[in-house]
Structures are given as structure tokens and as C-alpha cells.
């Protein structure tokens, strides 16, 4: 968890990497899933890691995102693995 990692917020986080996307030098693959991490981490409090999974596999074309994590399935992001 880059929060306790870092002792950031997790608005802190979101807020660098929105400041790091406007940045013109910087090139970052999918940034539209990332843009899509950072839209829903607002009101979803799963792991931010797990959100950029999520979002990378949906704009990669998935049809569900597999998890064995109990809280990320939480998220209607994914599908919980029995």
C-alpha cells in the first residue's frame, strides 16, 4: 500500500499522478486507464494497485477482472475466485 509505504494520503497519491499525466514530457501507457483509476478512486476505496489492474484489463478488452482478494471484490470491478 503505497499510503503506509510512503506516509502519503491516498489524495496525495491521486494527486501527484494527475499532476504527473499534465506533465507534456512524460508518456504513459494506457493513460486512459489511469485516468479511469483516478475517477473512480474517489469513491472507491479499494487498493489503488488494484484499480489500475482492474482498468488495465477492462481497456485491454476483459470481460471480468479475476481476484482471490476478498476487498478488492468488493469493487464492482471485479469477480471474486472461490
Not at 23 to 49: C, N
Not at 52 to 70: C, N, P, Q, Y
Amino acid at each position: 500500500m503505497l499510503e503506509s509505504a510512503y506516509k502519503v494520503t491516498r489524495k496525495e497519491i491521486i494527486d501527484a499522478i494527475e499532476m504527473l499525466l499534465l506533465m507534456p514530457i512524460l508518456m504513459f501507457e494506457h493513460q486512459a486507464a489511469i485516468r479511469g483509476v483516478i475517477s473512480y478512486a474517489v469513491e472507491d476505496d479499494t487498493e489503488l494497485s488494484d484499480l489500475l489492474i482492474a482498468h488495465v484489463g477492462r481497456f485491454a478488452g476483459a470481460e471480468s477482472v479475476l481476484t482471490f482478494d476478498k476487498k478488492a471484490s468488493r469493487s464492482d470491478l471485479f469477480e471474486l475466485l472461490h
